[in-house]
């Protein structure tokens, strides 16, 4: 197991497209955490799984953004009639209970 | 709720030391991590204070005050590949890392 992968690296959408990312985290981490980072800005958290549960959700996350892990395994993140704000790269993080969390590579999200 | 602060930006000489200071508010603070990020890469590990004290790893140390809300990233023998950001990140009741704006640290010869 070589880390926290994200896929794909890079996207480029329309506004108003969908589109979505996926996370596969360090095999046998029970925690998988997103989150959103634009230049300049710490990485912002958007939402937390314990397993399959997700367990917390940021306030600041609008209702076209939603994020699963079925199996508690892999996890999606879907962000739905993306609009020019959106544009950011997207960290996915796991850890072994609250131990350190591992960083995927993200996935950088240009929407024109 | 979560209050970090830390200075944007530090300069620093090849081979010297440097203090990255971080003072936090954080409801149901359980630790904090440091996490160095270069540019366009992901942020990597650097260390996690739970207790009091410092906790030194090779040429990065960090200290941490849970009374004063403060913790601090020391880093010596500087090279030029220690230019990056560093993140201050807290954790709160839910253990889930909350980080700060991060300081831009640039080490010129």
């Known amino acids: 197991d070589t880390g926290v992968s994200q896929n794909p690296r890079h996207k480029i959408t329309k506004r108003g497209q969908n589109v979505t990312f996926r996370c596969d985290p360090i095999s046998e981490h029970n925690r998988l955490y997103w989150y959103r980072q634009t230049l300049g800005q710490g990485p912002e958290f958007l939402t937390y799984f314990q397993n399959e549960a997700q367990l917390e959700k940021s306030r600041l996350l609008s209702d076209r953004f ?13 962000i739905q009639r993306t609009e020019q704000g959106d544009s950011a790269m997207y960290l996915c993080a796991s850890s072994l209970d609250v131990t350190i969390a591992f960083f995927g590579q993200g996935t950088r999200l240009t929407v024109v | 709720g979560q209050n970090i602060d830390q200075p944007t930006e530090m300069t620093a000489t090849e081979g010297a030391i440097v203090q990255i200071n971080c003072t936090y508010q954080t409801s149901g603070f359980n630790g904090l991590f440091w996490y160095q990020q270069h540019a366009g890469e992901a942020p990597t590990f650097l260390s996690y204070n739970v207790l009091d004290g410092l906790e030194e790893k090779g040429r990065f140390s ?16 500087l ?7 560093y993140l201050c990140a807290p954790s709160g009741g839910s253990y889930i890392p909350t980080f700060g ?4 640290l640039i080490v010129h010869p």
């Open chain 1, 66 to 78: 939603s994020a699963e892990r079925p199996k508690g395994s892999f996890s999606t993140l879907e």
């Open chain 2, 62 to 77: 960090s200290f941490l005050s849970r009374s004063k809300g403060y913790s601090y990233l020391l880093l010596k023998e």
């Open chain 2, 79 to 85: 090279q030029m590949k220690d230019s990056a950001s």
């Open chain 2, 101 to 104: 704006r991060g300081t831009s």
